[in-house]
């Protein structure tokens, strides 16, 4: 049962462009979300997160919206770099249990000159 | 001074093999992870210790044993390796901070069981 779910394997976005990256989830009781920057041979590094009680965090470049009604987030970055070409993988959590974190399978982002 | 680290990085084994996968945090934190990525690229979690003890057990085959001889450090030991244990197996640790609670995560160890 996938209950992150990110449906765009891959996005393609030019330089200087804003990227968005999609996820979805199913699980009603998540309440704190993140998002994970992924570049090959490396382990998955925190870039964002947000909590349930609010529905838009900014930190530079990068913007998580949560749509709670909609059980939505997405990732927006502006403007897009060619470093930001990793995969991007959606994190969520129930934080009344116990440490877990679900995640989406991944998008990875390219972006081109 | 990396932050996480596993080792190895490669592993190439034959089924049947008994390997060992380990993990050590500099950080201080009390909370540490094996996730496991298949070829699907799910990143599951396997694992979690909080200060040497465990605390999520996902419905891991009895096969992998994690062993934390103190909260720096969880390895990860497999016996009777099988094709389908071929995946990436990343260790983690973890700290809450005003914010929330954040990952932070090894380089992944390539497991490749022939």
């Known amino acids: 049962d996938q209950q992150v779910k990110q449906n765009s394997p891959s996005l393609s976005v030019q330089e200087g462009r804003i990227s968005i990256l999609n996820c979805d989830y199913t699980?009603?009781?998540?309440?704190?979300f993140l998002w994970y920057k992924k570049y090959p041979a490396e382990g998955p590094t925190f870039l964002i997160s947000i909590s349930s009680i609010k529905d838009k965090n900014e930190d530079g470049r990068f913007t998580v919206f949560l749509n709670k009604s909609a059980k939505h987030l997405s990732l927006h970055i502006v403007p897009s770099q060619p470093g930001d070409s990793a995969v991007y993988f959606c994190a969520a959590k129930d934080t009344g249990t116990a440490s877990k974190l679900t995640f989406g399978t991944g998008t990875r982002l390219q972006v081109t000159l | 001074d990396t932050a996480v680290s596993q080792t190895p990085k490669y592993l190439v084994t034959q089924m049947g093999n008994d390997k060992s996968i380990k993990c050590e945090q500099n950080?201080?934190?009390?909370?540490m992870y094996w996730y496991k990525q298949d070829s699907k690229k799910f990143l599951k979690i396997m694992f979690s210790y909080n200060n040497k003890e465990l605390i999520i057990n996902e419905t891991v085959p009895n096969r992998f044993s994690p062993k934390s001889p103190d909260k720096a450090h969880l390895n990860l030991h497999i016996n009777s390796l099988e094709l389908g244990d071929s995946a990436v197996y990343f260790c983690a640790s973890s700290q809450v901070t005003q914010g929330g609670e954040k990952l932070f995560f090894g380089s992944g160890t390539q497991l490749s069981v022939l």
């Open positions: 699980n009603s009781m998540f309440d704190y």
């Open positions: 950080l201080g934190h009390d909370t």
